[in-house]
């Protein structure tokens, strides 16, 4: 017999998993895109790895998969005015950008200027099976622009999860 799963039970406490709030950045060619992402974790501290997991539709997703990278930029507490930037649909692939000067990493990513930091991913793993992939990443460059307290989801009144 298969287990049944309590739905609302499962929601409730799903959503107590504490989450903070990124901008993933991909890169292909000229195109740059980012979208915000609160599914990251640690994974590794030998090599240092990075587990995010990114909705199989999206057009970062493609990206990731065709390239092999991305990298992930840390927003400061008082950014997220600049996180509902990076989840809004866009006029065109890169135009979130406009609200937020980057660089291009040593792996051709972007990183956010006004984030606290940013660290550029190459892809070692993946598990696809579900609405989202779920991404690891072995950090080849970090970037610490200044420190701080970083955005946590449960500040925004944002829930992503359940
Ligand atoms: C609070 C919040 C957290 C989010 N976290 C993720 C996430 O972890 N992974 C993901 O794929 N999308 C996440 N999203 C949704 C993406 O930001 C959104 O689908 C975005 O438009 C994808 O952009 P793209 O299609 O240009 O790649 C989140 C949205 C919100 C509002």
Request: aromatic letters at 8%; proline letters at 4%; glycine letters at 12%.
């Amino acid at each position: 017999m298969s287990p049944s799963l309590n739905t609302d039970a499962k929601k409730t406490l799903l959503r107590k998993i504490p989450h903070g709030v990124f901008i993933c950045g991909v890169a292909e060619g000229e195109l740059v895109n980012g979208f915000t992402a609160s599914w990251v974790t640690q994974g590794s501290f030998e090599p240092p790895l990075v587990v995010m997991a990114v909705r199989a539709d999206s057009t970062s997703n493609g990206i990731i998969q065709r390239t092999g990278r991305f990298s992930l930029n840390v927003l400061a507490a008082d950014q997220k005015d600049l996180a509902a930037v990076f989840f809004k649909p866009q006029k065109g692939i890169g135009g979130r950008f406009d609200a937020a000067p980057y660089s291009l990493g040593e792996l051709g990513l972007p990183l956010l200027n006004d984030a606290l930091g940013g660290v550029e991913c190459e892809l070692v793993g993946q598990v696809a099976h579900g609405d989202h992939t779920v991404f690891v990443g072995e950090v080849k460059t970090a970037l610490l622009n200044r420190d701080g307290v970083a955005l946590e989801l449960s500040a925004t009144g944002w829930t992503y999860g359940g």
